[in-house]
């Protein structure tokens, strides 16, 4: 079984920027696929990034097209937490976001955290 516990989130002007955090508790950490997916008002959840274990201390990043070169997803499995950097944000973005765990690229995995919100104005 494993917990999930995101902070971070908040409202920022568009252009702004924020930091999720994720934390992480139960199983063994460091192999697991993580990753944060997003949910608007009236739209389906949607994949924002994933960070997947490559064997040894190789991780691959994976982003949704709408994210990339704005977002970044990092993880510190001392801390058995992952981050999302979100720079440049866009009233588009608003949504609430979701860490998700176990999952393989934008396939999310059974565990989900309780979500945050994330609101960027014009």
């Known amino acids: 079984q494993v917990q999930l516990v995101e902070s971070g989130g908040g409202s920022v002007q568009a252009g702004g920027s924020l930091r999720l955090s994720c934390a992480a508790s139960?199983?063994?950490?460091?192999?697991?696929?993580m990753g944060w997916f997003r949910q608007a008002p009236g739209k389906e959840r949607e994949f924002v990034a994933a960070?997947?274990?490559?064997?040894?201390?190789?991780?691959?990043?994976r982003y949704a097209d709408s994210v990339k070169g704005r977002f970044t997803i990092s993880r510190d499995n001392a801390k058995n937490s992952v981050y999302l950097q979100m720079n440049s944000l866009k009233p588009e973005d608003t949504a609430v976001y979701y860490c998700?765990?176990?999952?393989?690229?934008?396939?999310?995995?059974?565990?989900w955290g309780q979500g945050t919100q994330v609101t960027a104005s014009s």
């Open positions: 139960g199983r063994t950490f460091s192999t697991y696929a």
């Open positions: 960070t997947s274990w490559g064997g040894g201390s190789v991780y691959y990043a």
């Open positions: 998700n765990a176990g999952g393989g690229g934008i396939t999310p995995g059974n565990y």
